[in-house]
């Protein structure tokens, strides 16, 4: 009878340990960030931070090199087009795209009107 009631008082104290554990992992959690992590963050999403493709149109004298600006613009209106000069040719280079797969799909596109269209990812100012 002696065992039975020391069995009885360890499960008892067992039970009542194990229950009060269980109720241990409650509470809350606050964050206190520095405000230059979100500034960090910011320069992060600038464009001079990620890699960037681009499509090369044309690349020849400028006269033909604006016309084929306008006609570009005319036919496609969703990419933004620069217009660059690297001696002796001016270059007409459209879109901003931050995967190669966006670039793909956009050239796909482009090469039925602008059959010598190409991808390239420009160099980046080292500063």
Known sequence: ?????????VFFIACF??????????????????????????????????????IQIYSG??????????NFLNSFGEWPVEMVYEQPNTKIQVGKFRSRLEADKALLKIKKKYSNAFIFEPKKDKK
Not at 1 to 6: F, P, R, S, T, Y
Not at 61 to 70: I, L, W
């Open 17 to 54: 340990v194990f229950q009060n554990q269980s109720f241990a992992q409650q509470g809350t959690v606050t964050v206190d960030q520095d405000s230059d992590i979100d500034k960090l963050l910011d320069y992060k999403k600038d464009v001079k931070t990620v890699n960037l493709y681009k």
């Open 61 to 70: 004298d400028r006269f033909n090199a604006e016309n084929t600006k306008k």
């Open 1 to 9: 009878m002696l065992k039975n009631n020391i069995k009885f008082i």
